[in-house]
Structure formats: C-alpha cells, structure tokens
C-alpha cells in the first residue's frame, strides 16, 4: 500500500552469468517512481549492486550492475505505464545481454550490459520497497506473483508465463485504492542533547506507523494511535 507493507526475505543468491526475474504488478498511478522487486541493496550512498525490476518516470526498467560496469545500468520500456491494470514484468540476462519483457513482449534490450552480476552485500530479496539504513521507500501498488530462475528464460517460455494468467487476475476496484493516504515526509530533527523529533504529514486524518533506527535490518517500531494529520515522535 506504499505506507507499511513490503516483504524482504532472507538472502537469495542469483547465479551471476543468467539469471531471470519476474513479478506480476498493478499500480494506481499515483507514484512516478518506484522499486518492484530487487535484490539490489542500498538505494542510496555506494553504487548499487545485484539486479531489480522497477519503474521511473512512469515507465517500466529493468536494472542490474555487473562487475564491468560501475553503477546499475538499465534496460526501460518505451511506454508508459497503464495505471489500475495487471501488468507482467520479466527481465533476462544471459551474460551478454539484458532484456525487458512487459506483458509477454520484449520491449527493451541492451547487449551493451556483460560481465557477471555483482551481488549485494545483503542479499535480501525486497518487493515493494528500496532504501537504505536511514530510509525506506515503498510502492503503492499491488503484487500477484514473484519468481526467480537461475537462467535466462526462453521469449517463448515468458510468453507462455504470461498467456498462463493474462485475464485471469480480479480487476482493479476503485476501493482498493481509496484507503491510501498521502504523506509529507517524515522529516528527522535534533532539538536537544540525545532527543530527535521526527514528524510528517497527511492529507488525511489517520493512524501511521514509523519504524527507525540505525539498522535497517533491525528497526524499532512506533505505533501510533490516535486520528491526526500532523504526526511527531519524540
């Protein structure tokens, strides 16, 4: 719902010379950038590593980083993406080059990416959020299915993957939307020795919930109960 639920596993290792990943997804539209499923680290600081489906600027990407490049590199659809419907994502790689599948089509390629893929130093495989130790970012939108393979699957083999459920998934409802609440921040300022005070907004009344910490792997937890749009933690 792009507020509190994600799913990070435990680490997931993908073979580095071909490797494929895949993700059923439907977002609302209301973000114009965000991680689908990546085993891909840190969002921010040192280069990212390991390999991700996502989307940027309302378009479709598959990105990876491999040991003969120095940042991700990504392979984008051409267009944009069609809000509130079921959409079936598949990015290849068969160590010499890196392919983008959206529904049963490919629709981007790059044989410009080789080398073997540069794990992340965690290695969790994380669907619906990216981050970093201080931050984390979530997608509004929603999940049907996600899978790995440790090779590079077939156009024919992704074309049957999608004919398999094409249709069959419930159709948007305008409800499934309507609970999401938008936010203004949350923002982290010292106002005394050993005391930060963090606070956001929402154009909304509601209850929130804010994990923080200096680990992300272990967060503390604040649950917050009352109905308010301007929310504090001290």
Known sequence: DGQEHSIATMPVQLPPDAFSLETWVLLPGSQDQGRLVGLAGEAAGPPEKGALLDFHDH????????DANDEMVYVTSPDPIAPRKWHHLFGTYDG????LYVDGRPVATSDSIRGKLQPPGSGL??????GDKQHRHRTEGMFHEVGLYGVALSPDEIADRFRAKAGALPSAQDDWFERLVRFHGPFAEFVGPGQ?????????PTTTAIEFGTDITQPRRWNETELVREHRLL
């Open 59 to 66: 378009h479709f990407r598959f990105g990876l980083r491999t």
């Open 96 to 99: 010499q080059t890196a392919a």
């Open 125 to 130: 495989l994380e669907v619906g959020r990216s």
């Open 196 to 204: 930060v005070a963090i606070t956001w907004e929402s154009d909304q």
